[in-house]
Each structure stands twice: as C-alpha cells, then as structure tokens.
C-alpha cells in the first residue's frame, strides 16, 4: 500500500464524517427530533412546536462549542459517574498520544525514512512500508532512538495512569459520601434459598435472618415468579435490608453457612438497576451457564475468523488475482488498487463487528448477571477482548509469515515472531484507524437507529411525543473496547509505524467531541497490557535488527511496568471493588445525627418493586406479611415486558449538548 491508497481512504472517511456532520446539525434542530437527540427529560422543558425558519435547515457548528464548554460537574450531575470515567478515558489517550506523536514524528519517523540507502519516490507513491521500522538496517545505530521513544512513552503514559487512577478513585468517594440515602447500601441479594414443604420462602428468610441477625436484620422482599397464571409463585431468591449500610457490608461478605451454595449473599445493585429475569435464576445453574457460555463464546471467535481472513486477504492482490481470474483487468486500475488495499478491507470487518456486540450481550445475559450495570460490563470486557483478538492478533496471524506456521516451535519465539509480523501489518492498521474510527464517531453522533425508530413511531404508526420512548442508554459496551482498542494499536505501532500517531490522535479528538465504573480499571489493565505487548514486540523488533544495546534496555522496561501494574492494583483496585468500612459508618452515623433513618427505613422498604406496573402497596416486604398477588394475565404480560425495558443505567450520552439520562 502507498501513501496515494491511504490518502483516498482518508478522503472517503473525511467525506463521509463532513456529510453526516451536517445532516447531524440540521436535524438536531427539527422538533421532531428533540426524543432523539436531547432526551424526553429536556424534551418536555422545550417548546413542541417552533415556528419555521431558515435558520433549521441551515448546518451550524455551534454543537462543538457546547460540547467542548461542557464541564466536569456538569457531566457528573447529568450523566452520572460512569458518563464523567468514560470521558477521562478519552482525555487520557489525547494527552498520551499527543506526547507519542510528537515524540515519534521528529524521533522515529525520519530514522524509519532513511533507513536504508535507497532513491526515495515521490511522497505520495512511496510505499508506506518505508515509513516503518521494517525499512531500518540491520545492526543500525540509530534504533536507539526507537528505543528512547518507547521510553518516554511508557512513561509518559505511567505517570498519566497514576494520576487518572487517583483522581477517579478520589471522584468516586466523594460522589458516594455526598449522594442522598442509597436504597442499595442497605440491601443485599440472598440466592440459593434451601426450599422446605412445611414453610414458604418469606417465612425462611425471615426465620433466618430474625436468627441469625437479630440486631441488625430490618426487613425482606422475596423475588417473585411471574408466568400466566393468576397468582405468583415465589423463588429461591429476596433482597435483605439492614439497619446500616455496616451491616449490609458485613453480612454480604461473609459465608452464611456451611454449605457455599446455600443462602448466598451479596451487595444489591440500585432498585432502577436490577435485571429482575435473572434474578429468578437457581444459583445452582450459574456454573453451568458460565460454562456453556464460555464455551459459546470460543465458537463464535473461531467462527468469526472467516471474515476477518477474507478482509485480510484483499491487501494482497496477488492472492485475489490467483482465485478470481476475471478480475484481473479491474485491479490493474490505480483507483481501483487504492480503493481494494486502502479501504474495502477495513470497512468490511467494520460491519462483521457489528455483529459483535449484540450476540455478546446475549453471552452476558445467559450468565445470569442480577444487574443491567453488571450485564454491561461483562459485555464490555468480552468485547473488547474479542476486538483485540480478531482485530490485531488474527489479522497479524493470518496477513503474515506466521500463518504459514503451523506451531511456534516455543514460547521464547513469540517476540520475534511478533517483530516479524506486526510491522507488515500496521499499515493495515493505519486505515483500520480511519474507517472504524473516524466514520463511527459520525454515525454515533447521527445516531440512525434512533432517529429511523423515531420516524417510524412518529409518521407509520402515528404515536405523539408523549407516548414516545426518548430514554436510551449509551453502549459503553461497545464504545468503551472501541477506544481501548485504538489505544492498543496506538501503543504498539507507535515506533513501529509511526504514520498511525497523527490520525489516532484526531479519532480522539473528534471522540471527545462526540462523547462527552467502575470502568476506568478496565482501561488502566488494557493500557497496561498495551504497554507490555507494545514492549515485547520492540524486544522482538531489537533482537531482529540485530541491537543488543536497545533489546538490554527493554528488559527493565517490561518488568517496570509490571511492578508499577501490581503497585496500581494494590493501591486502588479495592476501592472499587468495594466500599470502605470507614466512609459507610461515617455515613450511617451522619443520617443517625441528622435523624434520617427513619426516612431510610422507609425508602428502603419500598424501593425494590419487582413489578413496574405495580403499585407501591403491591411491592412485597415481609413487614407487609406473605400474601399472593392477584393480577390478571394482561397485568403480568405488562409487568414482565416493563421489567424487561433496558433502564438507563449507562447514561445517555450522544454528544455533549444531550443529556444524559440516569447514571449513578
């Protein structure tokens, strides 16, 4: 591929972003639009009808102010926690990238250049190979440059981890001491119920709890059944609540009996956050719904190599000469060869990713998740390792020497293996960068699923604003992998094709435009990861090139970098696994002095209602008694098609001037 082929990528994504941009600013003013692009919250402050102007139908940038005046606080109140850790995400790989690209253009780009001593072209028909480290001699005394770049890069992005880790960690206490009352840090889950015949489930739990925490125990709500028949039949899982948030803590982490698959318990997640199907789970099954899901999960990467190696295969022309003769006369054209190489092989796994993140989502919900929150998450960190995977691994493995290899001969192999095959392979990359990166970022803003829905709902069955669903939630489940996968390449093709640098940055850029938890450790392990094997590669890259001085220095480098992971995960990691026993009494002794709990007590009692149709006298708590719920067929149709609308958990979170709805 030559400079011309990556340029014509470029120019289509830049045109594609410049057209749905405008269509975005345009539509982003019609009335019709406001559930789509601002959310029902703010919807129903606005005007519903405006007189008609030139100015709607004129594109305006005035968007990108608003997005890039936007705040911290702003976003922590709208959008939540997780809204403001998604953005310092973005924020972090600006800062990094910037300092990478500058280093890497005045440092490693020229050293790749005038690496061998050949006649150089015309900029725009040199090969981009010459850009790489592919193009350094062997035995060359400038590759220490590559290895002082790796260096300031590793860093650089060390010292922004640690601080970014500190100061969500910090972000994350206060916006959980200074929150109201959470129905949730009095719960807890108790699943794996043992079943008696002379006694229901509410009189167990009650028994139980009455014994074995007398002091503490402040009431329960047993997690009901629903089917078609007229009254409810309960199931081996309640919601337990305390008289503090101590002793929620306490009696969630600690082995109730014997018998570990017995009255297993758990933190509750918050009342809007609950995915109450789940819920009705056996515990019993979980295991082997892990298992058969992991199981799931490796047929559907194996399968998934199918297209990627078809992608794959359209870099190499020769190869598509061989099995299809008849165009041979077509990839003789120059437009046509820039087209092929430069665009259509990054554009077609686009869309077979597209496929992805649903059929994970399905994954994470047979697992048997009780939350939305963390049905996301499990979803988030498959794909993304699915990404990474079929993204750079398989596509290094199958467009390279390595796949005529049918084993590595041993472990201590991989690096060079690695040096040998990544850096043919980042130019790929390269236009990867652009069509996934660039044109997502624009339909994400247009945000055509939505918008399609609305249309439909507005004009083919004909619903009015008020009965329209304006409340979406923003997939942090594929948007998050998205960026940390940008990253990933970003860190190791940094000095190996530095070409990559300038139109990563802009993705970010234009990201933190367009975008405005717990989920930062998942980008502090990819970065770390990122790092590692961007380190491993250039160990491998050294020993090719024959620099012993560079391969020594790369050693303390990696093991470095391992020890500052290990200090992260010792330092912050269990603050978000759990809460602190020191701010959670504090807490209960604030409301105590304040004389809240009896608020508490209340709030708590009725915040957990199963049925969202239902109400408040219909939520079961055992102060109310065991009773069975009379509901008509029709009522627990609705009820159960209301459970299982996806509550904004993950805010909305389109672009700055929407929003959020949600978040905690």
Known sequence: MDIAALLTSAGINIAVCVVLFTLYSILRKQPSNVNVYFGRRLASRRSKSRDLCLDRFVPSPTWVMKAWETTQEEMLTTGGLDAVVFSRMVVFSIRVFSVAAIICTILVLPVNYYGQDRIHKNIPFES???????????????????????????????????????????????????????????????????????????????????????????????????GVVEKLKESAAAFVFFKSRYDALTVSQ????????????????????????????????????????????????????????????????????????????MLQKKFVIQLVTGYLPSVILVLFLYAVPPVVMLFSTMEGCISRSERKKSACSKVLYFTIWNVFFVNVFAGSVISQLAV???????????????????????????????????????????????????????????????????PYHTEVPRILLFGFLGFTCSILAPLILPFLLFYFVLAYLVYRNQLWPIAHNTTVISLLVAQVIALGVFGIKEAPIASGFTIPLLICTVLFHQYCRERFLPVFKNNATQVLIDMDRRDERCGKMEQIYELVNSAYCQ??????????????????????????????????????WPPVLHSFDKPVIGGK
Not at 257 to 267: G, I, K, Y
Not at 287 to 300: D, E, G, N, P, Q
């Open 128 to 226: 981009l190979e010459v850009f790489t480290i592919e193009n350094v001699k062997e035995g060359s005394q400038w590759l220490w440059a590559h290895c002082l770049a790796l260096y300031i890069i590793t860093l650089t992005a060390c010292t922004l981890l640690y601080s970014e880790y500190k100061s969500i960690t910090n972000l994350r206490l206060v916006h959980i001491t200074s929150s109201q009352p959470n129905p949730s840090h009095f719960a807890i889950v108790v699943r794996g119920i043992p079943w008696s015949s002379e006694q229901s489930y509410c009189e167990t739990v009650k028994k139980f709890f009455s014994f074995y925490h007398p002091t503490t125990y402040l009431s329960h709500q047993v997690v009901y059944k629903s």
């Open 408 to 474: 590595f001969s041993s472990l201590t192999e991989l690096p060079a293996q690695l040096a040998k095959a990544v850096p043919a392979q980042a130019t790929y990359f390269t236009t990867y960068v652009l069509s996934s990166g660039w044109a997502s970022l624009a339909f994400e803003i247009m945000q055509l699923f939505p918008l399609f829905c609305n249309l439909f709902q507005r004009f083919i069955l004909g619903y009015n604003e008020d009965t329209m669903n304006g409340d979406l939630t923003f």
């Open 611 to 648: 049925f969202s149709g239902s109400t408040q006298s219909e939520c079961f708590s055992s102060h109310q008694g065991e009773r069975e719920l009379d509901r008509t067929p029709k009522d627990m149709e609705t009820g159960k098609e209301n459970r299982q609308e996806d509550i904004s």
């Open 254 to 329: 600690s082995l109730q009996t014997s018998n570990p698959m017995l009255w297993v318990t758990e933190l509750a997640p918050e009342p809007q956050d609950v995915y109450w199907p789940n819920l009705c789970i056996p515990y019993k099954q979980l295991w082997i719904r892990k298992l058969f899901t992991f199981a799931a999960s490796v047929t559907f990467v194996l399968v998934f190599l199918i297209p990627v190696t078809f992608a794959q295969g359209l870099t190499q022309l020769e190869k598509l000469e061989k099995m299809f003769p008849f165009l041979t006369g």
